[in-house]
């Protein structure tokens, strides 16, 4: 079944209103010290983003991993075309989470 450009912007639009939370994605560049050699810094790629943060969903192997590190795994819900790498992080409120990888939605 494919579905149709109309019924896709529809689910699309269905599932933001299910993102209460807020983001910033922020991404590491490299920036020149003056000296020959470069500083990293974290910068904000693009506007402040609606997503879903949740302690549940997150792929089996994902969370076998958190636990032998001792770590918490969270998942992340974004709208479908949110520009974020493996490199990324995303803060939403306080909490600065590290992007670990992606799990498909279907």
């Known amino acids: 079944m494919t579905l149709s450009t109309d019924d896709l912007t529809a689910m699309r639009a269905a599932q933001e209103v299910l993102l209460p939370d807020t983001c910033t994605v922020t991404r590491r560049t490299a920036t020149a010290d003056g000296l020959g050699g470069e500083t990293w810094t974290w910068a904000q790629v693009g506007a402040t983003i609606a997503c879903r943060l949740s302690s549940h969903g997150a792929p089996a192997e994902y969370l076998q991993a958190a636990a032998l590190q001792g770590r918490t795994i969270w998942m992340v819900t974004l709208p ?5 790498t493996r490199e990324d992080r995303i803060t939403i409120g306080t909490q600065v989470l590290e992007v670990l990888g992606f799990a ?3």
Not at 80 to 84: E, G, P, R, S
């Open 80 to 84: 479908y075309d949110t520009d974020v």
């Open 104 to 106: 498909s939605g279907g």
